[in-house]
């Protein structure tokens, strides 16, 4: 069974310092992963997705994060956060290996990341 | 931003209103899907249409109603909710190819309803 554990439930940076958001994954099949942005009153957005090509990958607004199967790891980093980056990410594992939408995401309880002037 | 919308935005209703919530995508997607966000739980998948037919319904009350008349709208009928069914639902689409197991899901910005 799939399972995904953000290990932070809230985490707070200064403005200009680097981020890092963790999470954890559990999973029987080549999963797809993902990252979910969501400010307040709005809906999620995709930041960026994993899907067994590159392990580094590349996200909108300068995020990035690694996969590392052998620590199940899937972090969420930025060499610099900025104001409008305060909101709640959320890390989201795929059962791939069912597809489309007979495949279900699982959502961690997100991380919701203050950014300090 | 705006590839799925989500009407209305706020709704406050009685325990014994019927109302419905509205989504529509132009995102020429074939697969939708209605989530729950409560506060301080992961969210919760209730509903999922791929081709205009439903997949899954992950034990629902059947307060909860959805329709998908066509693979660009999706409706959930509410009737004699429950105070602890105040939520943000949101509506999510997908372009469904079992062949590439393509997962991506693209988000409407959710109604914020509270019953009282």
């Known amino acids: 069974a799939q399972s995904v554990t953000q290990l932070d439930s809230h985490v707070s940076v200064s403005e200009g310092t680097p981020v890092l958001l963790r999470c954890n994954y559990s999973?029987?099949?080549?999963?797809?992963l993902f990252w979910y942005v969501q400010h307040p009153n709005k809906g999620l957005q995709l930041l960026l997705k994993?899907?067994?090509?590159?392990?580094l990958v590349k996200g909108i607004n300068g995020f990035e994060a690694e996969f590392k199967k052998s620590e199940t790891s899937f972090h969420l980093t930025k060499p610099s956060a900025h104001m409008s980056d305060a909101a709640e990410y959320f890390c989201v594992v795929s059962d791939s290996n069912r597809g489309g939408s007979q495949g279900n995401l699982i959502f961690g309880k997100g991380t919701k990341l203050s950014v300090k002037p | 931003e705006t590839g799925v919308t989500q009407t209305p935005r706020h709704l406050v209703m009685g325990m014994t209103n019927k109302k419905s919530l509205k989504c529509e995508q132009h995102l020429g997607h074939n697969a939708m899907y209605w989530y729950k966000q409560s506060a301080k739980k992961p969210l919760e998948l209730m509903f999922v249409?791929?081709?205009?037919?439903?997949?899954e319904n992950n034990s629902v009350p059947s307060r909860f109603s959805p329709e998908c008349p066509n693979s660009s709208h999706l409706f959930l009928h509410l009737h004699t909710l429950q105070p602890e069914d105040s939520a943000l639902y949101l509506c999510?689409?997908?372009?469904?190819?079992?062949?590439?197991?393509?997962?991506?899901?693209?988000f409407g910005p959710g109604t914020r309803l509270t019953v009282l």
């Open positions: 249409y791929s081709l205009e037919e439903r997949v």
């Open positions: 999510a689409s997908s372009q469904d190819d079992s062949a590439l197991h393509t997962d991506t899901q693209y």
């Open positions: 994993y899907t067994s090509a590159a392990t």
């Open positions: 999973s029987s099949y080549s999963p797809s």
